[in-house]
């Protein structure tokens, strides 16, 4: 028990108090995650929409977040990542509270568009301030703690919005704006005046390594973009979480808001307790293609077991499983990314890679929801597996170029 109690501090060792306050300010606002779960079912049983439209409502989502992380790489680069934080956090929230006025399929796919562009510029800037703010070899780390902030949100999210749509629906969408406006002011309290660890001492050191390193255009980065593609294409698998999941949940196994709330809310709980320690188990004993490799293939495995029905303790045991792969493939991502940009570029690398994840709710929503519409859910779950079990062995590959390749 005790080599188990150290293992797990040891797993947060060497992370710097701004590395801390980051994750802080992602709890908070992801706490208030509560809209995107809820909106399939919200569409369904509140606005009477037809499948495919809530498939092209959160293909505008999607749509919506390619612009925003794309926007935001922009924005970072040129204005720096504290600026476009704030500025995303502050518009997030009139937006939350006037969303439930938009009632139409057309002034809800146009709000929610709108409404995904400004919140997801947050996101290639958050990723720059994660890796400016950690020490080189703790940078794998802090990209999970961050991500264990975001799941520990999402975990009080959804439960609280299961809570709350029993009352109302509305409720869901003022309880995101009430969490934007709190993580705003613990992030303008927290950050406006800290100095990124570059900018405090490794000032000189920093343009030395970066002298050295080739400096790419992320956009022409032949490998970074097959690399993107792969991200795009587990992302259409892996977020029928929030799209056509709740919806599987409620249709094929009859469960009430708060019992799916609970279940989408088990994920972030396993990740919070577990993937610390997981990727301070891994990152030194495996490669970061092997890494990818297994996680992404238990991810195809828990969406294959939902082709058979042994019950809820057989739901949970499937989120478990996606939830291991999640944190065995994510994390890394992040690492690839970054460590493929030069300190001048940062936000556009982190850009395009946010953009990558954010082209899959494009696609990604209609063709689930289209595919359980006309096929079943079993098709979706069996293609949803296969078309993980190629990004493995993808990731694996290309990974591979780019670790033979002279830096």
Not at 378 to 384: C, E, P, R, S
């Amino acid at each position: 028990m005790k080599a188990l109690i150290r293992l797990y501090l040891n797993s947060y060792k060497g992370l710097s108090p701004a590395a801390w306050l980051l994750a802080l300010v992602m709890l908070i606002n992801r706490a208030g995650s509560m809209v995107i779960p809820f909106l399939g079912i919200y569409m369904s049983s509140e606005l009477n929409f037809s499948k495919p439209q809530i498939g092209i409502v959160l293909g505008c989502f999607g749509l919506g977040s390619v612009c925003g992380s794309w926007l935001g790489g922009l924005l970072t680069d040129k204005f720096g990542s504290f600026k476009v934080q704030a500025f995303s956090l502050a518009m997030v929230i009139p937006l939350f509270l006037i969303l439930p006025q938009f009632r139409t399929f057309e002034g809800l796919a146009t709000m929610i568009f709108t409404l995904s562009v400004v919140a997801d510029i947050f996101r290639p800037a958050n990723s720059v301030s994660v890796a400016r703010y950690a020490k080189p070899e703790n940078i794998t780390k802090a990209y999970s703690l961050n991500r264990m902030a975001v799941n520990l949100g999402f975990s009080i999210g959804p439960a609280l919005g299961g809570f709350l749509a029993k009352f109302s629906y509305d409720w869901i969408f003022y309880g995101n704006a009430i969490a934007a406006a709190s993580a705003l002011i613990v992030f303008i309290l927290f950050f406006r005046n800290r100095k990124a660890r570059t900018e405090v001492n490794q000032i000189n050191i920093s343009a030395e390594e970066d002298k050295d390193k080739p400096v790419r255009n992320a956009y022409a980065d032949g490998k970074f973009i097959v690399f993107n593609i792969l991200c795009c294409l587990f992302s259409m698998a892996f977020f029928q979480l929030l799209s056509t999941l709740p919806l599987f949940y409620k249709e094929i196994h009859g469960l009430h808001a708060d019992q799916i709330g609970l279940l989408l809310g088990f994920s972030g709980f396993v990740i919070v307790l577990f993937e610390m320690v997981l990727v301070h188990v891994v990152e030194h004993r495996f490669s970061v293609r092997q890494i990818m490799l297994w996680g992404t293939a238990i991810a195809a495995f828990s969406y294959l077991m939902l082709t058979v029905d042994f019950g809820i303790a057989w739901l949970f045991l499937a989120m478990f499983f996606l939830s291991t792969g999640e944190m065995l493939t994510l994390p890394f991502t992040a690492t690839v990314a970054i460590g493929r940009a030069s300190r001048s570029n940062q936000g556009a690398y982190m850009g395009f890679n946010s953009l990558a994840f954010a082209a899959a709710n494009i696609f990604s929503p209609y063709l689930g929801t289209y595919t359980a519409e006309h096929y079943g859910y079993t098709t979706l779950w069996t293609i949803t597996a296969i078309l993980m079990g190629l990004c493995s062995i993808g990731f694996y590959w290309i990974i591979t170029k780019m670790d033979r390749e002279p830096s």
